[in-house]
């Protein structure tokens, strides 16, 4: 059974950084993509962020050129660098993975829906 778990939220001012990361275990890590999701209270869960199996990355609008996505897959760990924080970018934060392997070709994890094994999530919270 695959589990996933965030850490690396908190308390952050206006225009600071922090770094999240989504710890794997259960799964052949190297055979899956990775995304980052968000939840702001009131609001449904988006996508903000997703990383290929072959590394390949892709944004939200609203995060591109902030938050920087990557995999380190001798670690099993995804981590999510987001720089330039927002008062718009508090939220939870979950990452969920989906199998994209395929030996000839891989789709764009942008275009995949399937995200399961949810982590708990990590709180990131921007204020002054």
């Not at 052949?28 to 990775?34: E, G, M, N, V």
Request: glycine share 10%; proline share 4%; hydrophobic share 35%.
């Amino acid at each position: 059974q695959a589990h996933l778990v965030e850490a690396g939220g908190g308390l952050v001012q206006p225009g600071g950084s922090l770094r999240l990361s989504c710890a794997a275990s259960g799964l052949r890590f190297d055979w899956y993509a990775i995304g980052w999701f968000r939840q702001a209270p009131g609001n449904e869960r988006k996508r903000i962020s997703c990383i290929n199996s072959d590394g390949q990355t892709y944004y939200a609008d609203s995060v591109q050129g902030r938050f920087t996505i990557s995999r380190d897959n001798a670690k099993n760990t995804v981590y999510l660098q987001m720089n330039s924080l927002k008062p718009e970018d508090p939220a939870v934060y979950s990452c969920a993975v989906v199998n994209d392997y395929n030996p000839l070709f891989i789709t764009a994890c942008w275009d995949l829906a399937d995200y399961g094994y949810w982590g708990q999530g990590t709180q990131v919270t921007v204020s002054s």
